[in-house]
C-alpha cells in the first residue's frame, strides 16, 4: 500500500505546525516514560548496591540434620512435631564438589564458601564479642565488597591475617600489623595479625566482625574440610526466588533467596516499581488520547476529500489504513524524538556506583527505550484506529455534500 | 442497438421516517444509451442529486433497481459497488473536490492510483494527456489550491476520465463557474462525448446548457415530467 503511505505522508506534510505540534507532545511523554523507568531503574538499583551489595543473593547451606529417633516404633503410632535443630549443624562437607556443581546453574556469576562461628576477640584487658568468618583467599571481596572499602591495610587475606571493622579496631585500640587473639566459643584460641581494617557503614560488620582465612577459620572452629553456605551472586537479582528454587529442587540442600531475607527491602523495590508502572501507563495514554482527539479533528476536517476519495474508488480499508498510518508514523516519530531527548538529557548523569548523596540515580541503561518507542507507536497506532474506522464509514453522499 | 448503459426502475428514496419522512423520488424509470448527453433538469429540491447519487452508486435506493452494463448492482456490497464505480463511472461534481495536498497531475492520477496501490508510469502518461486535453498542461504539477475555480473544474473532468469510464454524472458542474467558464467547460464536455463516446448525465438549472445535451429529462416532484431526444 505504498499510495496509501504517500497519501499519510502528504496529509502530515500539508499542516506541518500541528504534525510538529503532536510529534512534540508525544516526545515529551516518551521521554517522561524513559526518564521514569531511568529513575526507578536507578533508584532500585543504588537501593541494592547500597544494601545487598554485600549480602549474597542465594545461600546454600546444608539441610538440617534429620532428628534421631527417640521411640521404638514398633506396633505404634507416633505423632511427632518436627522443629529445627537448634544446635548449629556441622556445615556442608566437601564444599569444592558442591562449588562445581553450583557453578553449572544458569545466571550464578559468583560463588563463594563461608565458614562462620563466634567468639570473642582479646587485646589486653579488652575482650569484644565477634562472629567470625572464614573466607577463601582471592575471594575475599566475593559476597562483602572489601575492596572498596578499606581504610587500612589490604582487603587481601594472608595466612595469619585478619579483617576487621573500624569501630572495633577503634574499641580494642588496633592498627594494621598488630596482633591479636581470638578465643572461639569451643575453647580453641589463635593469634592473628591485623591485615586490614574495612568500613562498610553497616554496624555488625563495621563493630563485631573479623574475617580470616578459610584454612584458620576451619582449624579453630574444628570444621575441617566443611562450610557453613556457599553464597552465591547472581546475574540476575531478581531471578533469586527461580534459581534458589532450581537449586534445591536438583540439589535437596537448604537454598535461601535474598527475597526471603530481605523481604521487606523486596516489598519496598517492588512498590516503587509500581508506582513507575502507573506514571508510565500515565504516559502512555497521555500519547493515546492525544492522538486519537488530533486525529478526530483531521478527519472531521477531511470529511469532503474522503467522500471524493470513496467517490473514485478507495475502499473503505483504504481509508482506515491511510489515517491509522498517519497516527502510527506520529507515534514512532514522537517515540524516537523522544528517546534522542531522553538519550541526550540522561546522559550526562553519573553512573550508579559514583551517585553522590542528592544527586538523581538515573540509570539510562535501565530507561527502556526500545519498549517506549515500540509502546509510542502501537499506542499511536491503536489510538489512530477508532478516528479512522469513523473515517472509514462516512456515507460518501453526506461527506461531498457538507 | 446494444444494452443501455444505466439503467433504473422504479427506484423510490424516502429519507428519514415517520412523520419527517421526506419522499424524494418516486418511482424513477430512465435508461442511458451508450454516448447519449443527458442534461437532467430541475427545480431546486426536486431530487437531481439524490438520483445522481443513486445512480452513481453512492446511494442506494429505498426500493427500486439499478443496473449498469448489465449487472444488477440493486444488492452488491460496498467493495464490489466502490470498484464498480472506479472502473466505469466517472464524477464532477458543483465543487470541484480535488485533494487539496495534491498536484494537478497526481489528482487526475488518484483512480487509477487508488486501483493499483501506486501511482504507474503509465497512469502519470495518460494523466498528463488528460491534462493537455483539458488544456492544463502547464498546470500539472500545481497544487489543486494554487488553480482557479475554471481550471479546478477541467482537472476534476480529467480525472473523471482517468480511468475511461462508459459514463460520467456531472452534479451541476458549471454551478459555481462564471459564464464564459460554464461554457468552456460545456465545450470539453460535448468535446469528449463526440471524441470518446462517454455518456454523460449533467444535472442542471440551466436551459442553455440542457440545449446542448442531445436528450432532456426533466424531473418535477419525484417522477419524470419530460423526456425529449433532440433532432439531430
Ligand atoms: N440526507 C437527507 N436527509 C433528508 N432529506 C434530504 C437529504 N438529502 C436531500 N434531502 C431532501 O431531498 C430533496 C431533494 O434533494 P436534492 O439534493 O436531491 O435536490 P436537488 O434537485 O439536487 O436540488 P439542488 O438543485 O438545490 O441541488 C430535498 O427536499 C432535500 O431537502
Ligand atoms: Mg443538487
Redesign the interface.
Known sequence: MLYGAKMAWRHLGSAPGQTALLVAGVAAAVFIFIFMSALIGGLAELLVNRTLGNQAHVTVAAPDRPLPLLVPAQGRHILAARQASTSPSLGLAAPRAWEATLAAFPGVRVIAPKLVGSGVLIRGEVTRPVTLTGLEPGRESAIIRFERSMVAGTAALAAGGVLIGETLARDLGLSVGRAVTFRADNGNSVTLTVSGIYRLGLGQLDEAAAFVPMSAAQAVLERPGRVSAIELKLDDLYAAPAVAARIAAATGLDVTPWTETSAQLFEALRAQGNTGLILKVFAMITVVIGIASALMLTTFRRRGEIGIMRAFGATRRFILYVFVLEGALIGLAGGLAGALLAVAALSPFPPIEEVQPGQLPVDLGQGSIGLAIWLTTLGATLAALLPARAAARLDPVEAIQQ | MSAPVLEVREVHKVYGEGATATHVLKGVSLAIDRGEMVALIGASGSGK?TLL?IL?T??RPTSGQVTMLGEDLTRAD??TL??F???HIG?V?Q?H??????TALENVM??S???????RAQARARAAALLAQVGLSERADFRATQLSGGQKQRVAIA?ALM?GPELILADEPTGNLDRQNAMQVMDLLARINRESGTSFLISTHDEEIAARCSRRVVISDGVIAADKRAAR
Request: aromatic content about 16%.
Open positions: 442529486s447519487n452513481g453512492l446511494a460496498d467493495d466502490t470498484e464505480r472506479n472502473r464524477f461534481f465543487f473536490h480535488l485533494l487539496p495536498d495534491f488518484f483512480p492510483a487508488v486501483r493499483a496501490g501506486r501511482e480525472r480511468n
